[in-house]
């Protein structure tokens, strides 16, 4: 019988694949791009950032409705996944992803420990979204997939770098790479202080 370190091991070395297909709403002007979520058991819901200690819709919560707890049930810590894409789908967000599969190093969601085995597959992304002109990561890690991918510079915390890439059809697509904090409460920046940093890429992406 195998030790129980022997299959921690084991586990460690297993490829996981993304389990949510982009969440691209018909004429997304942004969309938002993490790299991978943490195990199911840590979901409370089957959508992109479904742990519900992590403060992504907490964020939106408070831009879009001035209320950060507006998409949270406390009493039976689930998240309201039906009112996050409608909010998504009036405002023209989409959601997605830099990474299609990885190997956790570590048993846990941090990117620290995450190694990406297939990146995402940034022309496809961008062909299904014709209108959009603003990509954003939430993280580091995220963004170093983005400016590899693009052979450009991960952009400051906060602000954007002018990107391409050269479609299938020959065609040079051209979106701006936004760099925004994580929104893992395991960084280490308070949560009025993300809020600004999303509000304002909002209202300079003219969504707000």
């Given at each position: 019988m195998l030790s129980s370190l022997c299959l921690s091991c084991?586990?460690?070395n297993k490829t996981e694949h993304h389990p949510f297909t982009p969440f691209l709403p018909e004429g997304c002007r942004v969309v938002i791009c993490g790299t991978f979520p943490p195990k199911p058991e840590k979901w409370s819901m089957d959508f992109f950032y479904p742990n519900f200690y992590n403060d992504m819709?907490?964020?939106f919560g408070l831009i879009f409705f001035n209320d950060k707890e507006h998409f949270f049930d406390k009493a039976?810590?689930?998240i309201d996944k039906k009112g996050i894409q409608d909010m998504l789908i009036s405002n023209k967000i989409g959601i997605g992803e830099t990474a299609t599969e990885v190997i956790r190093r570590?048993?846990?969601a941090s990117d620290k420990f995450l190694e990406i085995i297939t990146p995402v597959n940034l022309k496809g992304l961008m062909?299904?979204?014709?209108?959009c002109a603003d990509l954003v990561t939430t993280g580091e890690k995220a963004a170093s997939v983005i400016s590899t991918i693009t052979n450009t510079?991960?952009?400051l915390m906060g602000e954007f770098e002018d990107c391409s890439i050269m479609m299938n059809d020959g065609e040079e697509r051209k979106f701006r790479h936004?760099?925004?904090p994580s929104t893992s409460r395991a960084y280490p920046m308070k949560f009025e202080e993300k809020t600004r940093f999303y509000r304002e890429m909002l209202q300079k992406c003219g969504i707000i």
């Amino acid at each position: 019988m195998l030790s129980s370190l022997c299959l921690s091991c084991m586990d460690t070395n297993k490829t996981e694949h993304h389990p949510f297909t982009p969440f691209l709403p018909e004429g997304c002007r942004v969309v938002i791009c993490g790299t991978f979520p943490p195990k199911p058991e840590k979901w409370s819901m089957d959508f992109f950032y479904p742990n519900f200690y992590n403060d992504m819709w907490r964020i939106f919560g408070l831009i879009f409705f001035n209320d950060k707890e507006h998409f949270f049930d406390k009493a039976s810590k689930t998240i309201d996944k039906k009112g996050i894409q409608d909010m998504l789908i009036s405002n023209k967000i989409g959601i997605g992803e830099t990474a299609t599969e990885v190997i956790r190093r570590k048993d846990n969601a941090s990117d620290k420990f995450l190694e990406i085995i297939t990146p995402v597959n940034l022309k496809g992304l961008m062909k299904k979204i014709p209108e959009c002109a603003d990509l954003v990561t939430t993280g580091e890690k995220a963004a170093s997939v983005i400016s590899t991918i693009t052979n450009t510079k991960i952009p400051l915390m906060g602000e954007f770098e002018d990107c391409s890439i050269m479609m299938n059809d020959g065609e040079e697509r051209k979106f701006r790479h936004w760099r925004m904090p994580s929104t893992s409460r395991a960084y280490p920046m308070k949560f009025e202080e993300k809020t600004r940093f999303y509000r304002e890429m909002l209202q300079k992406c003219g969504i707000i």
